[in-house]
């Protein structure tokens, strides 16, 4: 069975990526993942925080001179981050050597500036692709929502420009109209999206008056969403797209597939069940399609979109009619 499929222009063995998360700092464990079957590996994002407290450390410390013992004390704590920038470029490297899968890198930022250029070192670094994290949480009331899109345009069109390799961008959910940010990425060279972010949100502790973080692993419900808007997307942009957030088993490959996925990227679960969890994913996924006698994955991409799908309101309005119909008591 031929389970290919083609993202950003790159050639896939199957459309199971893994996604960013702490599996794609370990060359050990990146193996693992290549030999269970994993198509591709999106490094964990490398941070404008991250880029920009370097910058400063190394400014700070030629600043107080060179060879002091003291300047080591400017550069930034290391506790909590992935990887510094530095360790960052030569871990990818290393990844491109050792591993012959595809290899994104992964950058995460909120506001143009010479942040991105890392995007260009990051291709230098032997990227085949890079995956634009764009997380911004909109707090100033004087900012419009065409700010907010603009920002975002503003951040991609400033690594389009600097890498001749491909770009996807990895956004929200909460744009007033994602169809239309998509068309307008697109046109500015955008060759991807990945739909969609999964935000970490914070909680507080009532006793110490803290805020603090609670990480909770995304569950098969999330996928609904990225569902309904891959079969939007799909019958409206060009773009490659990428499911992740809530794909755990090889059903949810399927209807990723089927609405308009290339690739499906899965985090949650193979944190739960370990690298070989790739293996019985594309399996089932196989043996589901002899059993309904497809020749290819590729012959069902798409086949559920807005674009073909017998019934296309069921992914608008006429889903949120049944939907308040079918409560039982």
Not at 178 to 186: D, E, M, S, T
Request: with cysteine.
């Amino acid at each position: 069975m031929d389970l290919s499929s083609t993202y950003l222009g790159l050639e896939l063995k199957n459309p199971v990526v893994c996604g960013a998360c702490p599996l794609g700092t370990n060359l050990d464990t990146m193996h693992a993942l290549e030999g269970a079957g994993a198509a591709a590996i999106v490094l964990p994002s490398l941070f404008e925080e991250e880029i920009l407290g370097a910058v400063e450390a190394q400014m700070e410390m030629e600043a107080a001179g060179a060879g002091f013992a003291e300047a080591s004390s400017y550069l930034p704590d290391p506790e909590g981050y992935h990887l510094g920038p530095e360790q960052y470029l030569e871990h990818l490297h290393a990844a491109k050597e050792a591993i012959s899968i595809p290899i994104i890198g992964s950058l995460n930022g909120s506001t143009p500036g010479g942040w991105t250029s890392y995007a260009r070192k990051m291709e230098q670094a032997g990227a085949d692709a890079i995956e634009l994290n764009t997380f911004h949480l909109a707090t100033d009331a004087t900012e419009t929502g065409a700010q907010v899109e603009q920002r975002t345009l503003d951040i991609v069109r400033s690594v389009v420009e600097t890498v001749s390799i491909p770009v996807s961008v990895k956004i929200s959910p909460f744009f007033s109209s994602v169809v239309n940010l998509a068309a307008r990425l697109q046109e500015i060279g955008a060759k991807g999206l990945v739909i969609f972010n999964r935000f970490y949100q914070p909680d507080l502790d009532i006793e110490a008056l803290e805020v603090v973080p609670n990480l909770r692993l995304s569950s098969p419900d999330e996928l609904r969403m990225r569902l309904r808007w891959l079969a939007i997307l799909s019958a409206e942009v060009e773009l490659s797209l990428a499911a992740t957030g809530g794909a755990h088993n090889a059903v949810d490959v399927i209807k990723s597939v089927m609405t308009g996925a290339h690739a499906v990227q899965m985090v949650s679960a193979l944190l739960i069940h370990g690298p070989e969890h790739i293996t019985r994913t594309l399996e089932a996924v196989e043996f589901w399609l002899i059993e309904h006698e497809y020749e290819s994955l590729r012959q069902m991409q798409g086949s559920m979109n807005l674009a073909k799908t017998p019934k296309p309101a069921s992914f608008t309005r006429a889903n949120y009619m049944k939907m308040l119909d079918s409560w039982q008591q």
